[in-house]
């Protein structure tokens, strides 16, 4: 049965961004998804909204709480008994914190709580559903692992953690359970208005010239690596970090 059923794909930070984009796109394949998210109203209607393109369910929980973490994942235990992959894609994505003599221990905290402990706590607690069906694990980290801007070392210290963690677990799980990385550049997502709705960027020729593609990226060109990285066609990859950026970080920049 779970050779010929569509895979099952965790995407955690489903409801929003570019896990939303990763888990339409997904289910578009014929994926079977659970989306898992702190935002309850967004996964249920999104799961709603996308219930006609195939098996797509929502779970409410916060990826770095480790009891929330453990009945989300025997949620879906008990739903299919495996899984066939693992996005960890939840994060505070905000890169910006402000000087670091005034960021608050709790402010730095919930980077590392949020970023690194909840790829840890979903990595742990589905490593034996992916054991049964031999699959892949795919953690999303940032460009900003290699480089930054000012004012964002909470965020850039959680996607360097998320590079080395990615190849330690490959390491470790070797020959069971493919794990890789993605750092995408700048990707253009919808932004938080003041009253809580969702607004789409505006996005200026400036944003797409600097990039060498021409453009500013889409969460497909996320979502097509993330498939490629889950599926057997990549069976001779792990422990890798792939940048996909439209070429930024290969631009020399003169000032
Ligand atoms: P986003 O804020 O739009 O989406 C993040 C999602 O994660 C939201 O749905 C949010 O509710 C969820 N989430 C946050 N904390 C959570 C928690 N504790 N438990 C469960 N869910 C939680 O951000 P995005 O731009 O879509 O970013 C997605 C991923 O891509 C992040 O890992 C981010 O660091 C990375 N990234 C984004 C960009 C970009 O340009 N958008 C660039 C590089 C890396």
Redesign the pocket.
């Known amino acids: 049965e779970q050779k010929s059923a569509a895979p099952v794909i965790l995407v ?10 990763i888990s339409s796109y997904l289910l578009g394949c014929g994926y079977r998804v659970v989306m ?4 309850r109203e ?2 249920e209607r999104l799961a709603r909204d996308l219930a006609h393109l195939g098996d797509i369910r929502f779970i409410r ?5 480790e009891d929330q973490v453990s009945s989300a994942i025997n949620r879906i235990r008990n739903w299919f008994g495996y899984l066939n992959g693992v996005v ?8 910006y914190t402000g000087p670091l003599e005034f960021l608050a221990l709790e402010d730095w905290q919930s980077y590392i ?3 690194v402990t ?1 790829t840890f706590l979903i990595s742990r607690a589905t490593i034996p559903l992916l054991q049964q069906s031999q699959g892949a694990i795919v953690n ?5 692992w290699l480089q930054s801007e000012p004012q964002s070392e909470a ?1 850039a210290a959680s ?1 360097g953690a ?1 590079v080395s963690f990615t190849h330690a677990l490959a390491i470790s799980l070797s020959g069971q359970v493919r794990v890789n990385c993605i ?8 932004a ?1 208005s003041e009253n809580g709705h969702l607004k789409p960027v505006h996005l200026t020729e400036t944003c797409h010239r600097q990039h060498p593609a021409g453009r500013v ?1 889409r ?1 497909d060109d ?1 979502a097509s690596m993330v498939k490629f990285l889950l599926s057997n066609e990549s069976g001779f990859i792990t422990g890798q970090n792939f940048v996909i950026d439209g070429g930024m970080t290969r631009k020399m920049v003169y000032e």
């Open positions: 955690t930070g489903g409801a929003r961004g570019i896990g939303k984009g898992l998210d702190i935002l967004d996964g929980a916060d990826v770095a709480d960890n894609n939840a994060a505070i994505a905000e890169p709580d949020v970023n909840g999303i980290a940032s460009t900003r965020y996607k998320i750092s995408p550049g700048w990707i253009a997502v919808d938080v990226g969460p996320i």
